[in-house]
């Protein structure tokens, strides 16, 4: 379009132009400039001397990076990974979601007619590799679906830029007569690795090969993906014991932590031995940390588990669930709050006696006491829901209830005596009762209501009782009484 708004003609050559190091360069092209032998890269007073009738704009190239950068997460409807590859392109990972939308072609198909309703003209590839996909979406069809054994010949038939080489090795490529990918898969691999063993990767024809053959691994590494917190150390000789070593680990570990406002819920320490095999141990926390000394001491009586065989010469540290942390000022002298002190004690006590041995209570959406709460390993991170707890229970509650033998009962109220534990309480004073009805979706038929009283007897203990069931209830013969827990 012009400054107005308005779009040329589709005969007419036009072409957006960057700042290069000799001046304007041809940055993009239309059809009718690429028919004119218009070359993406060349300078834009060569190419008027070629077409003088060519109408030159400038790109912006921070807005369409902007612009390419909100495709990344719009194209995310077709599957859970992408990521903007150079300046015109996306690569997505459709393994496992083009079943969804009826098939490799049927999802291409879709893909452009969403494309277009944006205004934007896309060339498609699947391919089982990065390389490949990228070869086939610029220099095959519209759309190209290349399967898992169909790589080799589908490539060969392509220029050598297809491999996503520099300029230089391009035109040396060419002078050599090596024109296609296929005449360079002709071409004895000793050969060009003598010549290209001291090329970087994009100047190396091989291995860019085998990246779009799948020989070499390119995973799509997606915008969401946080970068892994891990520091190594590589030892000059083998050794058998890592101890010395944790400190300046945990040390460097924190540093970076503290340099990206995070903390960790675990450590993974992995010691690589001569023998080509790995051992590791992993710690964890109740709480986000990035204390050196708290971490390091959490692999206490943890590094004994280590098999150093014949000895290790690799130690890697790697820091997980990473999460924002933020230092808090708890008192105005800098003292610390209590439960950053708790939170280290359920840390030591769970790494030396283990993740199951250190529990905490969690609450859960029941109105019957003995569902309403529910304990966990004191390490396990849950997300749950804001549940109230219901006011003015007792501190200790039994695991289950025990039943008392009534000898006077007030009508409609808590019994006067009562026998529990062979002893005989007489009630002084009360409050309820607090009904409980039974949990239908839950509850066997017939199950009993529960009406709850708080009783003090004669020397100040305060009890928590409850009548099970009510005279002539149709669920039982007369109502029976347990002690549920004891108040302080």
Known sequence: MDRQGNAPPDDVPLVLAREGHHGPVIHATNRAARLMGINIGARVVDMRAICPELQVEYADLAGDRAALDRLVLWVRRWCPWSVRDGEDGLILDTTGSDHLMGGETAMLVEMETQLSRFGL???????????????????????????????????????????????????????????????????????????FVKAALASNPLMRLD????????????????????????????????????????????????????????????????????????VATSASSRDPNHLLGLFRDKVEKINPGFGFDLITLAAGGVEPLQLVQNHLDGGSDDTLHLSRLVDRLSAKFGARAVSRPVLRESHIPERSEDRIAALAGIAQAVIERPKERPIRLFDHPEEVRVLYAVPEGPPAQFIWRRQTYRVARYAGPERIAPEWWKDRPGTRLRDYFKVEDQTGRRIWLYREGLHEDGRGGDPRWFVHGCFA
């Not at 590839?125 to 086939?136: D, I, K, N, Q, Y």
């Open 211 to 282: 990246q779009a053959l799948g020989k070499i691994a390119e995973p799509v590494a997606s915008v969401d993906a946080k970068p892994r917190i891990r520091v190594q150390t590589q030892l000059p000789e083998p050794i058998l014991d890592p101890t010395s070593y944790l400190p300046a680990l945990c040390e460097e570990l924190c540093e970076q932590l503290a340099q990206t406002g995070q903390g960790c819920r675990s450590l993974h320490l992995v010691v690589y031995k001569t023998d080509g095999d790995v051992s590791w141990v992993d």
């Open 121 to 195: 003209t896309a060339r498609l590839a699947v391919a089982p590799t990065w390389g490949a996909a990228w070869a086939l979406a610029r220099f095959g069809p519209v759309r190209s679906v290349c399967g898992p054994d169909e790589a080799t010949w589908k490539l060969g038939a392509l220029p050598v830029t297809a491999l996503r080489l520099e300029a230089e090795t391009i035109l040396l490529l060419r002078r050599l007569g090596l024109k296609t990918i296929g005449a360079v898969m002709d071409v004895p691999r000793l050969s060009l690795t003598r010549r």
